[in-house]
C-alpha cells in the first residue's frame, strides 16, 4: 500500500494542502472545526508526517541530544545514576514528543564526532550528564548557539544553565548527623575531585569538621564500589581508630562496608557510615545505610523544564534543588 500523503489528507478533511499543513506542524491559526477535520482525517488515513519535510518548515527536529561524558562501560554498570537520569529525562521530553538521542562522550574522537553531530542541525537542543573538569564540549557547544543544559554545575566556567541538588548542604547535613551522635574520628571517601559533585561534598564535610574542632581525614574514589571498598582499607590503614565515615556517594559506600566487615569491624558500633544519593540497593545493604537523598527523578524533570524554556526564550536561571537525610540503622 502507499504511504497517504498530506494531499490525501486535505483531500479528505475538504480543505487545502496549505491548511493542512498547518495543522500537522501545530500552528494555532486554523479554526477550531477546520483542526478537528484535519487531524480526523489524519486518523482514518493513518497518515504519518514526513520529519524532514516537516523540519524545513519549523526549524524544528523535535529530538534533543542527551550527552553522557562517560565510557559505555560506566554508563550501563551497576550505577543506577545513569540510567535513572537518562530513563526520566526521556520520559519528560516523549511525553512532549520530543526524541532522545543518547550520545556517549568519554575521548576525543567522540567529543568531536558529538560536536560534528549537533552543528549540523540533528537536534533542537542539548542536555549534558556526567561533566568532568576538562571536558572541552561545554564551551564546544555553547559556541554553536544550540540551546544546553547541564545535569550538574559544569566544572568549567562557561555560560550553561544547569540544574543540580545541594551538594554542599546535603554533605554538612550527613556529617553534622555523625557529630551529634557523639563520632570524634570522622573520615571521608570522597569523590573524585574533577567533578563538581565531588568537589563540593567534599567541602561540606570540611565545613562541618572545622566548626567542631575535629580533623580532616581523607582518601579520593571515584563513585564506583570498588573505588569505596579500596579508600575504606587505606582509611583504615591510616587511621585504624576512626569511628565513622561520611562516604560521597552511595555506591562507593556499599564498596566501604564490604571493607569494613572484612576487617572485623561492626556498623554502626565501631565505625558509623553515611553515604549519599538513597539509591535503591542503601535500604538492603547490612545494616541498611543512612544517606542524603538525591532527588535524580527531579532534577531530570527540571533539566527538560529548562531546556524547553530555552526554546521558548524563557527564563535560564540554575536550579538547586534540596536533598533530604534519610536515616537508617548504619549512622
Known amino acids: ?53 516537516r523540519s524545513l518548515v519549523t ?3 523535535d529530538s534533543v541530544a542527551l550527552v553522557v561524558s562517560e565510557p559505555g562501560t560506566r554508563v550501563f554498570s551497576e550505577d543506577p545514576l545513569f540510567s535513572t537520569a537518562i ?12 526524541q532522545v538521542v543518547l550520545m556517549l562522550a568519554s575521548s576525543p574522537k567522540s567529543h568531536a564526532r558529538v560536536e560534528r553531530y549537533i552543528s549540523g542541525g540533528h537536534v533542537d537542543g ?22 544546553v543544559v547541564s545535569y550538574g554545575r559544569p566544572a568549567v566556567p562557561v555560560d550553561i544553565p544547569f540544574v543540580d541538588n545541594d551538594n554542599v548542604g546535603g554533605a554538612e547535613a550527613g556529617v553534622r548527623r555523625l557529630v551529634e551522635t557523639g563520632r570524634r574520628r570522622i573520615a571521608t571517601i570522597a569523590g573524585p575531585q574533577d567533578m563538581i559533585a565531588g568537589q563540593d561534598r ?18 579520593v574514589g571515584d563513585f564506583t564500589r570498588e573505588s569505596g571498598a579500596v579508600a575504606m582499607r587505606q582509611l583504615l590503614g591510616d587511621d ?7 562516604v560521597a556517594n552511595d555506591l562507593m ?27 535503591e540497593a542503601a535500604k538492603y545493604t547490612e545494616p541498611p545505610l543512612t544517606t542524603l537523598r538525591h532527588p535524580v527523578v527531579e ?25 533530604e537525610l534519610v536515616i537508617r540503622e548504619s549512622a
Open 1 to 53: 500500500m502507499r504511504r497517504p500523503t498530506l494531499e490525501a489528507v486535505a483531500a479528505r478533511a475538504g480543505v487545502s494542502r496549505a491548511t493542512a499543513s498547518r495543522v500537522v506542524n501545530g500552528q494555532t491559526t486554523v479554526a477550531p472545526h477546520i483542526r478537528d477535520a484535519v487531524l480526523r482525517a489524519i486518523d482514518e488515513l493513518g497518515y504519518v508526517p514526513n520529519s524532514a519535510a
Open 59 to 61: 526549524q524544528r527536529t
Open 87 to 98: 530513563r526520566s529525562a526521556s520520559v519528560e521530553l516523549e511525553a512532549i514528543n520530543k
Open 126 to 147: 542539548v542536555m549534558l550528564l556526567s561533566m568532568h573538569g576538562a571536558d572541552p564540549l561545554p564551551a564546544a557547544l555553547s559556541r554553536l548557539r544550540v540551546p
Open 202 to 219: 567534599l567541602s561540606g564535610y570540611r565545613n562541618v569538621l572545622r566548626d567542631s574542632d575535629r580533623r580532616s581525614i581523607v582518601a
Open 240 to 246: 585504624p581508630a576512626l569511628d565513622a565515615v561520611f
Open 253 to 279: 559506600a556499599v564498596g566501604a562496608l564490604q571493607s569494613l566487615r572484612q576487617a572485623g569491624r561492626r556498623v554502626p558500633d565501631d565505625v558509623a557510615v553515611v553515604g549519599f544519593d538513597d539509591i
Open 299 to 323: 532534577q531530570a524533570a527540571a533539566m527538560v523544564r529548562l531546556l524547553l524554556n530555552l526554546f521558548e526564550g524563557g527564563p535560564s536561571e540554575p536550579i538547586i534543588l534540596p536533598t
